[in-house]
């Protein structure tokens, strides 16, 4: 099997309390693998420790090495070798939990990440943000008010631009928190649906709350405990039907 | 604050009414009749704009500083310096300008050194952390909602402040000039101790000037009765229509930013 990311005795504290410990893992190049626990397991910091961004929040301390493999070849991305955390999080795109766009209009949330790469140029910034919208379902939706406020779109519509918004920067990673924790059943469905379609095209890392949604979308489970990894298995491992349900559940 | 708007309202229309040549003429003299304030207008027109211009671009730039451009380190230090202005009596600062800043412009550019300019340099220290509050309470709420999103969109922190923070402040980064403003055109002390309290049109910023606020603390230290109590009401009613003005506008800004 073909690994996007090879994780070596990763610890992560926060003034000093440690939120995960000396975590070693490896996490498939294809399909979309999925973290499970509870809250306060460490899913999270685990997630953005993968792109670094446990580093801009105070009392940051972590240890161990990151291998992702990035642009044809694997790097430790808390190295000296690695790419800047500016570049690396272009690369390694992240969705949250809450719709985060910014506090501007929905063709800016774009093209304002996308403006920044150097050597970006303006008509092909516009021509990639007309094709993720296209991707996410929302081009129609939002075509003729494209410089409205993002804010006024609805939640669902809001996670898919911040998807849409990623997918712009053309990342080789996806890492997804919970990303339809904040959405009622219809919009939840909307995104597990484009979720799907991306699954061969990038490798996902994604957090989910429920145990029905992991089992419809990933192919590969992590359990974590208190900061450390419990269990983990492939979903040709897995029992068929209700009793793999039952199996995750009492893994929770 | 009814009773006094009236008040001051009912006797400034009085004395304009009975002598408005008189008012609102350029001369001040009372042995000769003549109460004209207009040069005091002028005078606090332009040192509280002046002043609140010079506040506001180094407010701009110190909240800039202690959000993004500056070190963690030296941006707490500002940050706290601030927080300490604002403590300082405003006596302070005309006694330490007296001997520390107005020798430095009389040697330095001539003149008495109590002048618009020295006045103009005082007012702007004294209302810099009001307006550095202001938009310190702006970023830090914007940032703090933005700062994670920016950063996983590979913005660095520089460019979350410039790109997404300023834009997003815009409302009340104006509206804190207008505080600013209105802090300025209604101070006594630093105009009265600091800039020479000559009446007439100040052109030059080395010119000394009076303002309104200044008018009305010497004329009632001193005695004199009759019209020139006409003319400090008149002069009252103006700076209470002025920063009474400041304060609806500033609140309009912030009320539509909240939107």
Same mark, same amino acid.
């Given at each position: 099997?073909?690994?996007?990311?090879?994780?070596?005795?990763?610890?992560?504290?926060?003034?000093?309390?440690?939120?995960?410990?000396?975590?070693?893992?490896?996490?498939?190049?294809?399909?979309?693998?999925?973290?499970?626990? @509870?809250?306060?397991?460490?899913?999270?910091?685990?997630?953005?420790?993968?792109?670094?961004?446990?580093?801009?929040?105070?009392?940051?301390?972590?240890?161990?090495?990151?291998?992702? +493999?990035?642009?044809?070849?694997?790097?430790?991305?808390?190295?000296?070798?690695?790419?800047?955390?500016?570049?690396? @999080?272009?690369? #390694?795109?992240? #969705? +949250?939990?809450?719709?985060?766009?910014?506090?501007?209009?929905?063709?800016?949330?774009?093209?304002?990440?996308?403006?920044?790469?150097?050597?970006?140029?303006?008509?092909?910034?516009?021509?990639?943000?007309?094709?993720?919208?296209?991707?996410?379902?929302?081009?129609?939706?939002?075509?003729?008010?494209?410089?409205?406020? &993002?804010?006024?779109?609805?939640?669902?519509?809001?996670?898919?631009?911040?998807?849409?918004?990623?997918?712009?920067?053309?990342?080789?990673?996806?890492?997804?928190?919970?990303?339809?924790?904040?959405?009622?059943? @219809? &919009?939840?469905?909307?995104?597990?649906?484009?979720?799907?379609?991306?699954?061969?095209?990038?490798?996902? #890392?994604?957090?989910?709350?429920?145990? @029905?949604?992991?089992?419809?979308?990933?192919?590969?489970?992590? +359990?974590?405990?208190?900061? /450390?990894? #419990? &269990?983990?298995?492939?979903?040709?491992?897995?029992?068929?039907?209700?009793?793999?349900?039952?199996?995750? /559940?009492?893994?929770? | 604050?009814?009773?006094?708007?009236?008040?001051?309202?009912?006797?400034?229309?009085?004395?304009?009414?009975?002598?408005?040549?008189?008012?609102?003429?350029?001369?001040?003299?009372?042995?000769?009749?003549?109460?004209?304030?207009?040069?005091?207008?002028?005078?606090?027109?332009?040192?509280?704009?002046?002043?609140?211009?010079?506040?506001?671009?180094?407010?701009?730039?110190?909240?800039?500083?202690? $959000?993004?451009?500056?070190?963690?380190?030296?941006?707490?230090?500002?940050?706290?310096?601030?927080?300490?202005?604002?403590?300082?009596?405003?006596?302070?600062?005309?006694?330490?300008?007296?001997?520390?800043?107005?020798?430095?412009?009389?040697?330095?550019?001539?003149?008495?050194?109590?002048?618009?300019?020295?006045?103009?340099?005082?007012?702007?220290?004294?209302?810099?952390?009001?307006?550095?509050?202001?938009?310190?309470?702006?970023?830090?709420?914007?940032?703090?909602?933005t700062e994670?999103?920016s950063?996983?969109?590979?913005l660095t922190k520089e460019q979350n402040l410039?790109l997404v923070v300023?834009?997003?402040?815009?409302?009340?980064?104006?509206?804190?000039?207008?505080?600013?403003?209105?802090?300025?055109?209604?101070?006594?002390?630093?105009?009265?101790?600091?800039?020479?309290?000559?009446?007439?049109?100040?052109?030059?910023?080395?010119?000394?000037?009076?303002?309104?606020?200044? $008018?009305?603390?010497?004329?009632?230290?001193?005695?004199?009765?009759?019209?020139?109590?006409?003319?400090?009401?008149?002069?009252?009613?103006?700076?209470?229509?002025?920063?009474?003005?400041?304060?609806?506008?500033?609140?309009?800004?912030?009320?539509?930013? $909240?939107?």
């Amino acid at each position: 099997m073909q690994y996007c990311a090879k994780i070596k005795d990763l610890s992560v504290s926060f003034h000093g309390r440690k939120a995960i410990s000396n975590i070693s893992t490896e996490l498939p190049s294809c399909g979309i693998t999925v973290l499970l626990g @509870r809250s306060g397991s460490g899913k999270t910091t685990f997630l953005r420790s993968l792109n670094r961004l446990n580093e801009i929040i105070e009392g940051y301390e972590g240890s161990g090495n990151v291998n992702l +493999f990035l642009g044809g070849r694997s790097r430790d991305i808390y190295s000296d070798d690695a790419p800047e955390p500016t570049e690396l @999080r272009r690369r #390694v795109g992240m #969705v +949250f939990q809450t719709p985060n766009p910014l506090p501007m209009s929905i063709r800016r949330n774009i093209i304002l990440p996308l403006s920044l790469i150097p050597g970006s140029k303006k008509t092909e910034n516009e021509e990639r943000m007309e094709s993720v919208l296209k991707t996410t379902g929302l081009w129609d939706e939002v075509k003729d008010r494209l410089d409205t406020p &993002a804010g006024r779109l609805s939640g669902g519509q809001q996670q898919r631009l911040c998807l849409a918004r990623i997918l712009a920067l053309e990342p080789e990673i996806l890492l997804l928190d919970e990303p339809t924790a904040s959405l009622d059943r @219809r &919009a939840s469905e909307v995104i597990e649906k484009h979720l799907l379609s991306l699954k061969n095209k990038y490798c996902i #890392v994604m957090i989910s709350h429920s145990v @029905r949604q992991a089992l419809k979308l990933g192919s590969h489970f992590i +359990f974590l405990r208190g900061g /450390n990894i #419990v &269990a983990s298995f492939s979903k040709g491992e897995l029992p068929e039907g209700k009793e793999a349900e039952n199996l995750f /559940n009492d893994l929770l | 604050m009814a009773a006094l708007f009236v008040f001051i309202t009912v006797y400034a229309l009085d004395g304009l009414i009975k002598s408005p040549a008189s008012l609102l003429g350029s001369i001040w003299n009372p042995e000769g009749k003549e109460f004209g304030i207009l040069p005091m207008i002028w005078a606090s027109a332009i040192l509280s704009l002046s002043a609140s211009v010079i506040g506001w671009v180094f407010a701009l730039g110190c909240s800039c500083f202690i $959000h993004g451009y500056g070190s963690k380190r030296l941006a707490r230090i500002l940050s706290n310096v601030l927080r300490i202005m604002t403590a300082i009596p405003t006596v302070v600062y005309g006694f330490a300008s007296v001997f520390l800043l107005v020798p430095l412009i009389r040697n330095g550019f001539g003149g008495s050194g109590f002048s618009w300019l020295t006045a103009s340099i005082v007012l702007s220290l004294m209302i810099l952390p009001t307006m550095v509050l202001a938009m310190d309470s702006a970023f830090r709420t914007i940032e703090s909602e933005t700062e994670i999103t920016s950063a996983a969109l590979g913005l660095t922190k520089e460019q979350n402040l410039a790109l997404v923070v300023l834009p997003t402040s815009k409302k009340w980064i104006l509206s804190s000039a207008l505080l600013g403003f209105g802090r300025a055109s209604g101070d006594t002390l630093i105009p009265t101790m600091l800039a020479g309290n000559a009446v007439q049109y100040a052109i030059s910023p080395l010119d000394a000037m009076r303002t309104l606020t200044a $008018h009305i603390g010497l004329v009632l230290s001193s005695d004199v009765g009759g019209t020139a109590y006409y003319s400090l009401f008149v002069a009252g009613g103006i700076l209470l229509f002025v920063s009474v003005t400041a304060n609806i506008i500033f609140r309009m800004i912030r009320g539509r930013s $909240h939107e």
